[in-house]
């Protein structure tokens, strides 16, 4: 199992240009979301999603779209980047229902290094 | 909304026993997680306490009190290894139950 896996690792944009970042589970989780992490603030939520076609938003969801057309996968766009977003950016995934308390943990991804210059 | 609260750094030697706490606010809530982070890695899930109490892995537990607002993560016989940030996190009573996150701790052991 490869379980989340982000691309790209690392990524420099100019101010006003538009990327997807890629996040796909191969453990046919029903919950994914997003979070961005930045020095002092923890890991804030973007979106999240509870299973294809349902999208919801977080703490911090302005600049941000986000798509679930498959379980598989949840690409988060910036739709026009902003320095503001210089951030490290987290996937994570679940599955819904658990059977112990140990279920309930979510898996992340490796992450992607945002510099909006 | 929820607010949960860490102490944002934490030493204590190696062989030690540790707690990190965390209070937190919230209108209700399924449970509280803990999650381990090394060098701006990738969080990795270390406990969940569904239920007030203590939950044991290894050399890690976790406290729960719903009554108190509060929880904490015990790490017994501290390692060089366990030097990382430590966040707790509350799973909200909604649609999925998003998770949300505390700021996060940041422990140093020394040797």
């Known amino acids: 199992n490869a379980g989340v896996t982000q691309t790209p690792k690392f990524q420099v944009l100019k101010t006003g240009q538009s990327m997807t970042l890629q996040c796909a589970q191969d453990?046919?989780?029903?919950?994914m979301s997003w979070y961005r992490q930045d020095p002092g603030m923890g890991l804030r939520l973007i979106h999240y999603s509870v299973g294809a076609g349902i999208t919801d938003q977080g703490e911090v969801p302005n600049g941000y779209n986000v798509s679930r057309s498959t379980t598989e996968d949840f690409p988060l766009r910036l739709l026009s980047a902003a320095p503001s977003q210089t951030s490290v950016y987290f996937c994570?995934?679940?599955?819904?229902?658990?059977?112990?308390?140990?279920?309930?943990?979510?898996?992340f991804g490796s992450g992607t290094r945002l510099t909006v210059v | 909304g929820q607010s949960l609260e860490q102490p944002s750094e934490v030493t204590a030697v190696e062989g030690a026993i540790v707690q990190i706490n965390c209070t937190y606010q919230?209108?209700?809530?399924?449970?509280l997680s803990w999650y381990q982070q090394h060098d701006g890695g990738a969080p990795t899930f270390l406990s969940y306490n569904g239920l007030d109490g203590l939950e044991e892995t290894g050399r890690f537990s976790s406290f729960l009190s719903r009554s108190d607002s509060y929880g904490y993560l015990l790490l017994q016989e501290l390692q060089m290894k366990d030097s990382a940030s430590y966040f707790c996190a509350v799973r909200e009573h909604n649609q999925g139950g998003k998770l949300i996150f505390g700021q996060g701790t940041e422990l140093s052991v020394k040797p």
């Open positions: 453990m046919n989780h029903e919950y």
């Open positions: 919230t209108s209700g809530f399924y449970g």
């Open positions: 994570a995934s679940r599955a819904l229902r658990g059977q112990g308390n140990s279920d309930y943990g979510y898996t």
